[in-house]
T-cell receptor, first 116, second 108 residues
């Protein structure tokens, strides 16, 4: 187990609705990254938060937004849901890069979002 | 796009070593080779990473060629629970870019 938790496990929404997904990072980790994994595909990077600020973003529209809190937990918000937003949403936490200058990311179990 | 090439699928007999290859001919000097695996519908699990030296931990060994253009992940004694999609990722301090990975099936 990585110590990264996500909630809820599953949820179902309809087109046009808004959704908030939550992630608690591993103790001691100050960076959270979010990924979207469509069925049959590898995860795709959405964005990363470091010390409560967005620190990089993938090719996702502005209706995907996020927050990181002082305790380093994080939220992913998606507005105006579309059918193609149906996917497994993964968060990964990591410590600061340190001497290696790369961070090792540890993933949570994911939230399965279905948009009808 | 992913910077790595992996076979689509592989089979391995239970108890035998599983050797998963990865080509990364365009790797840069400051980029690491990372391996993750994903068991069906779960979050990816970190396995191991390395820069240029071979690495070993409790899960696996990573063998990187001297020119760093390819590597092999070795699971020394595969079990049925090792059945998963294995992703080889080359990265610096950048987001993980997942390709399609190798689907490893461990057969009893």
């Amino acid at each position: 187990e990585t110590g990264v938790t996500q909630s809820p496990t599953h949820l179902i929404k309809t087109r046009g609705q808004q959704v908030t997904l939550r992630c608690s990072s591993q103790s001691g980790h100050n960076t959270v990254s979010w990924y979207q994994q469509a069925l049959g595909q590898g995860p795709q990077f959405i964005f990363q938060y470091y010390r409560e600020e967005e620190n990089g973003r993938g090719n996702f529209p502005p209706r995907f937004s996020g927050l990181q809190f002082p305790n380093y937990s994080s939220e992913l918000n998606v507005n105006a849901l579309e059918l193609d937003d149906s996917a497994l949403y993964l968060c990964a936490s990591s410590p600061a890069p340190g001497l290696q200058r790369v961070d090792t990311q540890y993933f949570g179990p994911g939230t399965r979002l279905t948009v009808l | 796009d992913a910077k790595t090439t992996q076979p689509t699928s592989m089979d391995c007999a239970e108890g035998r070593a599983a050797n998963l290859p990865c080509n990364h001919s365009t790797i840069s000097g400051n980029e690491y080779v990372y391996w993750y695996r994903q068991i069906h519908s779960q979050g990816p699990q970190y396995i191991i990473h390395g820069l240029k030296n071979n690495e070993t931990n409790e899960m696996a060994s990573l063998i990187i060629t001297e020119d760093r253009k390819s590597s092999t992940l070795i699971l020394p004694h595969a079990t049925l629970r090792d059945t998963a999609v294995y992703y080889c990722i080359v990265r610096g301090n950048t987001p993980l870019v997942f390709g399609k990975g190798t689907r490893l099936s461990v057969i009893a």
